[in-house]
């Protein structure tokens, strides 16, 4: 009996059963309920997001309930008047009026708890808000026919900041939202990142990269989106500017590009042990490359895959929603 190829060499059904998602997803041809459903997914997703990409780095809250309550709770205090700056800067006086040891369900157990990981939630998702919002921004500009550019090296920089405000290191605080000003070694992976010296002007080169990237992925329908995405998200973790935070920055990158791209739900890599297995042997696969003009490259391709899979599990979880009201499913023939 055959077996069926790995995920890893399973592109090709993934990217096709993707691209059929997208299609279908036009936003023309949805119905109301259908559009109604891809919004409610999208908040959930953002979630999502913040808890499996924390935890994909052993940060954030143990359970997806609680990183879910701290933003609900944020939201509800704040509403609308909610920024990216109020996010961040909030400090565990404020927080512990929002999760003192009353809350149970948040298992805040004594007034002395740590406040990192509730820090690492919300300014994840102020991270978030703020690349989403340059994105529409982004977007808007290419609708008037302006000359712009989705990434430089201040936008990552201010992005960096918001996620890593007060979570360094003490001896590296100076380095919140600044490349880093030494070397940086990963146990267990065979590889050389970019010297301190070099940082500034690889990141000059992956801008201007992944500024065409998009610029072509935008232009020609023809362009594989889920290639683009995997070596722009790639090569900035390849580079490793910051001391800490690549791993989060480069899955926010990831979501900035899938949103150029029409996607309004986060595509979400998974922080589970399989899930972050695969993830790690993608990026050691990537490490192959070597030819970085060509997005096409092998290696990328199981990078590539598990972004598809995952767009493919949003759509999924919108169609299981839409089949209990017995509604047509997006992508269904």
């Given at each position: 009996?055959?077996?069926?190829?790995?995920?890893?060499?399973?592109?090709?059904?993934?990217?096709?059963?993707?691209?059929?998602?997208?299609?279908?997803?036009?936003?023309?041809?949805?119905?109301?309920?259908?559009?109604?459903?891809?919004?409610?997914?999208?908040?959930?997703?953002?979630?999502?997001?913040?808890?499996?990409?924390?935890?994909?780095?052993?940060?954030?809250?143990?359970?997806?309930?609680?990183?879910?309550?701290?933003?609900?709770?944020?939201?509800?205090?704040?509403?609308?008047?909610?920024?990216?700056?109020?996010?961040?800067?909030?400090?565990?006086?404020?927080?512990?009026?929002?999760?003192?040891?009353?809350d149970s369900e948040l298992q805040?157990?004594?007034?002395?708890?740590?406040?990192?990981?509730?820090?690492?939630?919300?300014?994840?998702?102020?991270?978030?808000?703020?690349?989403?919002?340059?994105?529409e921004n982004f977007l808007n500009?290419?609708?008037?026919?302006?000359?712009?550019?989705?990434?430089?090296?201040?936008?990552?920089?201010?992005?960096?900041?918001?996620?890593?405000?007060?979570?360094?290191?003490?001896?590296?605080?100076?380095?919140?939202?600044?490349?880093?000003?030494?070397?940086?070694?990963?146990?267990?992976?065979?590889?050389?990142?970019?010297?301190?010296?070099?940082?500034?002007?690889?990141?000059?080169?992956?801008?201007?990269?992944?500024?065409?990237?998009?610029?072509?992925?935008?232009?020609?329908?023809?362009?594989?989106?889920?290639?683009?995405?995997?070596?722009?998200?790639?090569?900035?973790?390849?580079?490793?500017?910051?001391?800490?935070?690549?791993?989060?920055?480069?899955?926010?990158?990831?979501?900035?590009?899938m949103r150029c791209f029409g996607?309004?739900?986060?595509?979400?890599?998974?922080?589970?042990?399989?899930?972050?297995?695969?993830?790690?042997?993608?990026?050691?696969?990537?490490?192959?490359?070597?030819?970085?003009?060509?997005?096409?490259?092998?290696?990328?391709?199981?990078?590539?895959?598990?972004?598809?899979?995952?767009?493919?599990?949003?759509?999924?979880?919108?169609?299981?929603?839409?089949?209990?009201?017995?509604?047509?499913?997006?992508?269904?023939?």
């Amino acid at each position: 009996m055959q077996r069926n190829p790995p995920w890893y060499k399973n592109y090709d059904y993934w990217h096709s059963t993707a691209k059929k998602f997208i299609a279908s997803a036009d936003y023309d041809s949805l119905s109301p309920e259908q559009k109604t459903e891809i919004i409610s997914y999208g908040k959930f997703s953002i979630i999502k997001l913040v808890f499996e990409s924390n935890t994909i780095e052993g940060a954030g809250t143990k359970t997806f309930g609680e990183t879910e309550r701290i933003l609900e709770t944020i939201q509800k205090k704040y509403g609308e008047k909610i920024k990216t700056e109020d996010f961040v800067l909030l400090r565990d006086g404020e927080l512990f009026s929002l999760f003192g040891s009353h809350d149970s369900e948040l298992q805040f157990a004594q007034s002395g708890k740590s406040f990192k990981e509730y820090n690492e939630v919300m300014q994840h998702w102020g991270a978030y808000i703020q690349s989403i919002l340059h994105v529409e921004n982004f977007l808007n500009q290419i609708k008037a026919k302006q000359e712009v550019f989705l990434f430089d090296r201040e936008i990552i920089k201010s992005l960096h900041k918001s996620l890593s405000r007060g979570l360094l290191e003490e001896n590296d605080r100076h380095l919140e939202g600044q490349f880093r000003d030494e070397g940086i070694f990963i146990t267990g992976l065979d590889l050389n990142f970019p010297s301190p010296e070099l940082i500034e002007s690889a990141m000059k080169v992956f801008c201007k990269r992944a500024n065409l990237l998009i610029h072509k992925g935008l232009t020609d329908n023809q362009v594989d989106i889920f290639m683009i995405a995997a070596q722009i998200s790639y090569e900035f973790v390849r580079i490793h500017p910051f001391v800490n935070f690549n791993g989060r920055m480069s899955r926010l990158l990831l979501q900035m590009v899938m949103r150029c791209f029409g996607i309004d739900f986060c595509v979400v890599l998974k922080g589970n042990k399989k899930s972050r297995h695969r993830y790690m042997e993608s990026l050691r696969r990537a490490n192959a490359i070597n030819n970085h003009d060509n997005f096409n490259s092998i290696h990328l391709e199981p990078y590539a895959t598990l972004i598809a899979m995952s767009l493919c599990e949003g759509f999924e979880n919108i169609n299981a929603n839409l089949k209990l009201a017995d509604l047509p499913l997006i992508g269904s023939e």
